[in-house]
């Protein structure tokens, strides 16, 4: 492919734009890297175990596995009914972001109850465009269905949905790091006590974040707009930093593009528009890199804005008690930052909790109930935690939890990182809890201390027998992380580590983590 330098920044901004002189300065830089662009050991289940381990649901589907591909998903779905097809293109994570479970938003969508198919915010637009396509083949959308809810009225209490969210006041944030850690991780603290929320552990708290306005005025220059444009009784710039997503290029803005453009440009908007790659370079399309690939098309902001994704809401797992400190809650935060070629990109809410919003920023929050993930009902009950990372999050809460109620049962942490000296969050207080008792066991792994890399599976073959014995005991267990590599990891550990010390065979062990899973008593909350 042959990237077309557009003209330099001076003349892509419009001269009556009011811009700030910081703002160009900043603006200059940013194109300037902008334009410098090229064109340029995991075990998993296999899918017969993990059926097993899965369990089946009310129809035998055995697909709800986010570490499964889509397409494996829809292969075993083929021939299933339509709701179980939706189901099968769902990110498999019961996250709640979307304000339902994986299962219960298919359902809602297969009975017309649900319009918005955008919603699965960890899917994307790969489940987006399967929705579509099954529901096109299927017909389950009412055919004048409206693209947003038909009623104004708030479809939950305040601030216990993403439709309702109730505002909060930011208090602070403290990073967690020491010096020479590869990450940004962040303690971060709301009061709750104008607001009036509470919640229970294990549930999840949503932030209604805001855009880096950085990014938005990069996009306003592009554009060739005014920032005070008005757009839907607001300007421009208050739309794009609040109300639109600006990460990846949504399908209607390259289909938008297609119907102002013509030739060669309109080919490759439209086969973009149906999922295609035409010049290998889709990794870069987000709403700026669109805008800066399509230069030529000229672009209204009020048809612009409406291309565009509404800015989707983001879960964090809790990481503080309620009955531990009342009106407050907290979050541990990883702040996203990458590059792609020579662009940086930013995480929208984690980058707004660690550097944008201020101490007394009233923020739209919403608590997010847990869907089969939280402390068991007998406090006496022993609890096993393996959270690497910012999975730690709601096993903190789970702790204080249980100082503050004085539950008897037994606590065992795995945790881990990359380097004990500056990745040990919370090392202070669950130091504490070990000598106080309430933290029977912790169980760390570092990964970039010793020539081999440890993980919180390798430690868990170590503890194996103690492990087994715990759950022989009628422990229960839980696992906080990533769903794609780390929560399979822990969970092929898992099977191991029955098969080793229950003197099982695999097939044996397998069943016996299906039985936990069945029972409740193995819980994950994973992204």
Same mark, same amino acid.
């Given at each position: 492919?042959?990237?077309?330098?557009?003209?330099?920044i001076?003349?892509?901004?419009p001269?009556t734009?009011?811009?700030?002189?910081?703002?160009?300065?900043?603006?200059?830089?940013?194109?300037?890297?902008?334009?410098?662009?090229?064109?340029?050991?995991?075990?998993?289940?296999?899918?017969?175990?993990?059926?097993a381990?899965?369990g089946?649901a009310?129809?035998g589907?055995p697909?709800h596995?986010?570490?499964?591909e889509?397409?494996?998903?829809?292969k075993?779905?083929?021939?299933?009914p339509?709701?179980?097809k939706?189901y099968?293109?769902?990110a498999?994570?019961?996250?709640?972001?979307?304000g339902?479970?994986?299962e219960?938003?298919?359902?809602?969508i297969?009975?017309?109850?649900?319009?918005?198919?955008?919603?699965?915010?960890?899917?994307?637009?790969?489940?987006?465009?399967?929705?579509?396509?099954l529901?096109?083949e *299927? /017909?389950?959308?009412? +055919?004048?269905a409206?693209?947003?809810? !038909?009623?104004?009225? @708030?479809? &939950?209490? %305040?601030?216990r949905?993403?439709?309702?969210?109730?505002?909060?006041?930011?208090?602070?944030?403290?990073?967690?790091?020491g010096e020479g850690?590869?990450?940004?991780?962040?303690?971060?603290?709301?009061?709750?006590?104008?607001?009036?929320?509470?919640?229970?552990?294990?549930?999840?708290?949503?932030?209604?974040?805001?855009?880096?306005?950085?990014?938005?005025?990069?996009?306003?220059?592009?554009?060739?707009?005014r920032?005070d444009?008005?757009v839907?009784?607001?300007t421009?710039?208050?739309?794009?930093i609040?109300?639109?997503?600006?990460?990846?290029?949504?399908?209607?803005?390259?289909?938008?593009?297609?119907?102002?453009t *013509? /030739?060669?440009?309109? +080919?490759?908007?439209?086969r973009?528009a !149906?999922?295609?790659d @035409?010049? &290998?370079? %889709?990794?870069?399309l987000d709403?700026?890199?669109t805008?800066h690939?399509?230069?030529s098309?000229?672009?209204?902001?009020e048809?612009?804005?409406?291309?565009l994704?509404p800015l989707q809401?983001?879960?964090?797992?809790i990481s503080?008690?309620?009955?531990?400190?009342?009106?407050r809650?907290?979050?541990?935060?990883?702040?996203?930052?990458?590059?792609?070629?020579?662009?940086?990109?930013?995480g929208?809410?984690?980058?707004?909790?660690?550097?944008?919003?201020q101490?007394?920023?009233?923020?739209?929050?919403?608590?997010?109930?847990?869907?089969?993930?939280?402390l068991?009902?007998d406090?006496q009950?022993?609890?096993?935690?393996?959270g690497?990372?910012?999975?730690?999050?709601?096993f903190?809460?789970?702790?204080?939890?249980?100082?503050?109620?004085?539950?008897?049962?037994?606590?065992w942490?795995?945790?881990?990182?990359?380097?004990?000296?500056?990745?040990?969050?919370?090392e202070?207080?669950?130091?504490?809890?070990?000598?106080?008792?309430?933290?029977t066991g912790?169980?760390?792994?570092w990964?970039?201390?010793?020539?081999?890399?440890?993980?919180?599976?390798?430690?868990?073959r170590?503890?194996?027998?103690?492990?087994?014995?715990?759950?022989?005991?009628?422990a229960?267990?839980?696992?906080?992380?990533d769903?794609?590599?780390?929560?399979k990891?822990?969970?092929?550990?898992m099977?191991d580590?029955?098969?080793?010390?229950?003197?099982r065979?695999p097939?044996?062990a397998?069943a016996?983590?299906?039985?936990?899973?069945?029972a409740?008593?193995?819980?994950?909350?994973?992204?």
């Amino acid at each position: 492919m042959t990237v077309q330098t557009p003209s330099p920044i001076v003349q892509v901004l419009p001269e009556t734009a009011p811009f700030s002189e910081e703002q160009r300065s900043w603006l200059n830089g940013f194109f300037a890297g902008l334009l410098s662009l090229d064109n340029a050991g995991v075990t998993a289940l296999s899918p017969a175990e993990n059926a097993a381990v899965m369990g089946e649901a009310d129809d035998g589907a055995p697909w709800h596995d986010p570490s499964m591909e889509m397409a494996e998903r829809m292969k075993l779905a083929e021939g299933r009914p339509l709701p179980r097809k939706l189901y099968a293109a769902m990110a498999q994570q019961d996250c709640g972001q979307c304000g339902y479970v994986c299962e219960t938003y298919s359902a809602a969508i297969a009975e017309g109850k649900e319009p918005r198919l955008n919603l699965c915010a960890p899917g994307g637009k790969d489940t987006l465009r399967m929705l579509k396509t099954l529901v096109d083949e *299927g /017909g389950s959308l009412p +055919a004048a269905a409206p693209a947003e809810p !038909a009623t104004a009225e @708030p479809l &939950g209490p %305040l601030g216990r949905c993403r439709e309702n969210p109730a505002m909060a006041t930011f208090l602070s944030r403290r990073k967690l790091n020491g010096e020479g850690s590869e990450k940004e991780t962040w303690h971060v603290e709301f009061d709750l006590s104008e607001c009036g929320l509470d919640y229970i552990v294990g549930d999840a708290f949503g932030i209604v974040a805001q855009n880096d306005p950085r990014l938005v005025d990069a996009v306003i220059a592009l554009l060739g707009a005014r920032p005070d444009a008005d757009v839907g009784g607001m300007t421009l710039r208050q739309a794009l930093i609040a109300e639109r997503a600006l990460g990846p290029a949504p399908d209607a803005l390259f289909q938008l593009i297609s119907y102002v453009t *013509g /030739g060669e440009t309109r +080919a490759k908007a439209k086969r973009l528009a !149906a999922g295609e790659d @035409p010049d &290998g370079d %889709l990794d870069r399309l987000d709403v700026l890199g669109t805008l800066h690939k399509f230069g030529s098309a000229r672009l209204s902001a009020e048809a612009f804005v409406e291309a565009l994704d509404p800015l989707q809401p983001r879960l964090y797992s809790i990481s503080s008690s309620c009955i531990a400190t009342p009106g407050r809650i907290t979050l541990t935060v990883d702040a996203v930052r990458y590059r792609i070629g020579s662009r940086p990109r930013w995480g929208v809410a984690s980058t707004f909790l660690a550097e944008r919003v201020q101490p007394g920023d009233k923020v739209p929050v919403y608590v997010q109930r847990a869907h089969g993930f939280g402390l068991p009902a007998d406090p006496q009950t022993p609890v096993i935690m393996c959270g690497p990372g910012t999975g730690v999050a709601p096993f903190r809460a789970f702790l204080h939890d249980r100082k503050a109620t004085k539950a008897p049962g037994k606590n065992w942490l795995f945790f881990g990182h990359q380097r004990r000296a500056s990745d040990f969050f919370y090392e202070d207080e669950l130091t504490a809890m070990k000598e106080e008792g309430v933290l029977t066991g912790l169980t760390l792994a570092w990964s970039r201390d010793g020539k081999e890399k440890i993980y919180v599976q390798d430690r868990m073959r170590e503890r194996g027998s103690e492990l087994y014995a715990w759950l022989e005991q009628g422990a229960h267990f839980y696992v906080c992380g990533d769903a794609k590599r780390m929560a399979k990891d822990v969970e092929r550990a898992m099977v191991d580590v029955v098969a080793e010390h229950g003197k099982r065979s695999p097939d044996e062990a397998v069943a016996y983590v299906a039985a936990l899973k069945k029972a409740g008593r193995y819980q994950a909350d994973v992204y």
